[in-house]
């Protein structure tokens, strides 16, 4: 398999201001949290798809011809990197031409080796969309102060959402869960959570019988009232832990539209937190 080649933003400058004056970039994101960033900075000078949409998992994606064409026509290319999408190198190596791929999971920290759910953390999409920002500024130059400034009040609004949550979630007396699918050791970790354990050993791995009865003596005996699950997946086992361990199922979603009131980023994490913030409330 040919090595995926992940272009810095100095070769981006060098050889892409290409279209910009076209007024419509054409960006190919990953995912649709990507989708939505990519648009909160490039505004109406990008024109922005997504490969996986919020009902299908980027881990086990299947390309369409469709995006094939869309990535041929893509002046940018955004994937989170990381190992989220092995199936980007496939893609690539099938277009037969160089498409500029920014990789904006590049340099953040990983809690976690071969856990690739980074985006749902609102400190890393500060530098997610910086990286965003910098790469179309590069693509069209004579509209960087445009992104720049998009980037900017979308940055505030990141970092009010994580004040904000951030100081909710310090007011809880029991702040521990349990989540069942592995993707949310981020999202958890930023927001003072305690992960008391794991329903997945993998992700999309279900744990054995003698692993789920484990789980619901622990829960039981540490008193833990919230398991997480996702509708995206089968919410049986959760379920059953849950009622075996007198727990409440609470829903999260790692991509937008996977629940009410996720269909944007700030959207998803708010509601993502507040779901957990509600359950661990209860008395
Ligand atoms: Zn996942």
């Known amino acids: 398999?040919?090595?995926?080649?992940?272009?810095?933003?100095?070769?981006?400058?060098?050889?892409?201001?290409?279209?910009?004056?076209?007024?419509?970039?054409?960006?190919?994101?990953?995912?649709?949290?990507?989708?939505?960033?990519?648009?909160?900075?490039?505004?109406?000078?990008?024109?922005?798809?997504?490969?996986?949409?919020?009902?299908?998992?980027?881990?086990?994606?299947?390309?369409?011809?469709?995006?094939?064409?869309?990535?041929?026509?893509?002046?940018?290319?955004?994937?989170?990197?990381?190992?989220?999408?092995?199936?980007?190198?496939?893609?690539?190596?099938?277009?037969?031409?160089?498409?500029p791929i920014l990789e904006v999971g590049q340099g953040l920290e990983v809690l976690e080796e071969d856990n690739p759910h980074l985006w749902l953390s609102l400190g890393n999409a500060l530098v997610m969309i910086r990286?965003?920002?910098?790469?179309?500024?590069?693509?069209?130059?004579?509209?960087?102060?445009?992104?720049?400034?998009?980037?900017?009040?979308?940055?505030?609004?990141?970092?009010d959402l994580q004040t904000d949550l951030k100081m909710k979630a310090a007011d809880l007396s029991d702040n521990r869960v349990v989540s069942y699918p592995a993707s949310y050791p981020y999202l958890l970790q930023e927001m003072g959570f305690v992960e008391a354990a794991r329903g997945e050993l993998h992700h999309g791995q279900e744990p054995s019988a003698k692993g789920i009865m484990g789980l619901v003596n622990f829960m039981r005996k540490e008193q833990i009232k919230v398991i997480i699950a996702e509708k995206?997946?089968?919410?049986?086992?959760?379920?059953?832990?849950?009622?075996?361990?007198?727990?409440?199922?609470?829903y999260l979603t790692p991509l937008l539209g996977g629940l009410p009131g996720s269909d944007d980023y700030l959207g998803m994490m708010r509601t993502n937190v507040e779901s957990l913030l509600e359950a661990l409330k209860l008395p």
């Not at 981006?12 to 290409?18: F, I, K, N, S, W």
């Not at 960006?27 to 009902?55: F, H, P």
């Not at 995206?232 to 609470?250: K, N």
Request: a negative charge; one cysteine or more.
């Open 1 to 99: 398999m040919k090595p995926i080649r992940v272009l810095g933003l100095a070769l981006l400058l060098l050889t892409l201001t290409t279209s910009c004056t076209a007024g419509k970039l054409k960006v190919v994101t990953s995912i649709n949290v990507l989708e939505d960033l990519a648009r909160q900075v490039g505004g109406e000078e990008v024109k922005v798809q997504s490969l996986v949409t919020g009902l299908e998992t980027p881990h086990t994606f299947e390309v369409r011809p469709s995006h094939m064409r869309a990535l041929a026509e893509a002046d940018l290319v955004v994937i989170l990197g990381q190992g989220l999408e092995p199936w980007v190198e496939d893609i690539i190596a099938g277009l037969g031409k160089e498409v």
């Open 131 to 159: 990286a965003i920002s910098r790469a179309l500024q590069d693509l069209c130059p004579s509209r960087a102060d445009y992104f720049a400034a998009n980037e900017q009040s979308y940055s505030k609004k990141l970092q």
């Open 232 to 250: 995206q997946f089968s919410d049986r086992l959760p379920r059953l832990i849950a009622a075996e361990a007198g727990a409440q199922v609470v």
